[in-house]
C-alpha cells in the first residue's frame, strides 16, 4: 500500500508518494509548515492523503 498526497493549495503543485501513511503524513505537514507556513488539520490531511494500490 502506497500513499500518496497532493497539496490542494492554489497554485502549488507539490506531491510525494510514500509507502508508509505515517511518512506520507509527516512529509506532507512539513511542506505545509515549510512552503505555506501553515498547518493542515488531521481531518484534511485524511481526506487530501490518497491511498493507492501498489503496483
Ligand atoms: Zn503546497
Redesign the pocket.
Known sequence: MAYQFS?P?NG?S?ELRCDSGQEAARLARA??RV??RDRIAPADLDRWLERIEAA
Open positions: 497539496c493549495r502549488c507539490f511542506h505545509a512552503s505555506h
